[in-house]
């Protein structure tokens, strides 16, 4: 009997193994790197009211690398497929993934805008090229969703909002591997534009919520989820956002006074992660 039974499973491993596909792609959440550039601010006390920036500084992105070759494919999207496409000299950002640490990952600063159907709001992506094993050579693709949405004006039309030119986010990767791999490479100088770093607050009565966002034109986010939420009777007190440094000194009747003890530090990298934008 325990000889039947054994080769009755030997017989159905191989079938439910090729029952099970293996996926046609992952995901993950990426985010990039920045390193902020010095910047003077005042030593004195500030005050602030309503929502105001209490400390603005720009940031660099760290890693830039240029595609060598052309590159296309697709990637599936649920029923259909997003295609892929990039050519030579193209600057991509190195994004940093949560769980999967060990896979180089770059992507574009230009945007794509997908309808997938006519119903639902068009995807908003960045196309990203893959280096799994450190050889300088993209090997898969993938696409980072921008948390943006679409909406539709008076006459119907898709419109998209203030998209940043860096920013993270949900990140999904094909598992089979691009037909032609393509070389890259790193950039000492590249094209793509500081990020603003902001310490924010939003100042109602005797509560103050302070966050830490990045800027770019009209598009702004949350970096991540620092936050702190002080009230009148915690005052004075000095809070710390990836480093920099205010001290809150007092909070009355709607003003917050304020003073920056120290910023970003220029020497230690900030990530930022996906947010949404607004």
């Known amino acids: 009997m325990q000889r039947t039974a054994l080769l009755a499973a030997l017989l159905v491993a191989p079938l439910l193994m090729a029952q099970t596909a293996p996926p046609t792609s992952i995901t993950d959440n990426g985010a990039p790197v920045f390193e902020a550039q010095a910047v003077d601010f005042p030593a004195d006390p500030q005050t602030a009211t309503g929502t105001a920036v209490l400390l603005s500084q720009q940031a660099n992105i760290i890693g830039v690398v240029r595609v060598d070759a052309p590159v296309a494919g697709s990637i599936a999207v649920?029923?259909?497929s997003l295609a892929l496409q990039l050519a030579p000299g193209t600057e991509l950002f190195p994004v940093v993934l949560q769980q999967r640490r060990e896979v180089r990952l770059f992507c574009t600063v230009a945007t794509d805008v997908t309808v997938l159907?006519?119903?639902r709001p068009p995807l908003v992506t960045r196309t990203c090229l893959a280096d799994t094993n450190g050889d300088r050579i993209f090997d898969y693709m993938g696409y980072m969703q921008i948390n943006v949405t679409p909406t539709r004006n008076v006459a119907g039309a898709w419109e998209t909002p203030p998209v940043p030119h860096v920013s993270g986010g949900a990140v999904t990767l094909a598992t089979a591997p691009i037909p032609s791999p393509v070389p890259f490479t790193p950039l000492q100088q590249h094209r793509i534009a500081p990020v603003t770093i902001e310490i924010t607050a939003r100042i109602v009565g005797e509560v103050a919520t302070i966050d830490l966002r990045s800027r770019e034109g009209d598009a702004s986010a949350p970096i991540n989820d620092q936050r702190v939420t002080t009230i009148a009777a915690n005052t004075p007190r000095t809070i710390t956002l990836s480093g920099a440094q205010i001290e809150l000194q007092s909070l009355?009747?709607?003003?917050?006074?304020y003073r920056v003890i120290n910023g970003f530090a220029t020497d230690q990298p900030i990530a930022?992660?996906?947010?949404?934008r607004r």
Not at 252 to 257: H, K, M, R, W
Not at 272 to 276: L, M, S, V, Y
Request: zero cysteines; glycine letters at 18%; aromatic letters at 0%.
């Open 272 to 276: 930022i992660t996906n947010g949404a």
């Open 117 to 119: 159907t006519p119903l």
């Open 252 to 257: 009355s009747a709607g003003t917050l006074t």
């Open 78 to 80: 649920g029923n259909a």
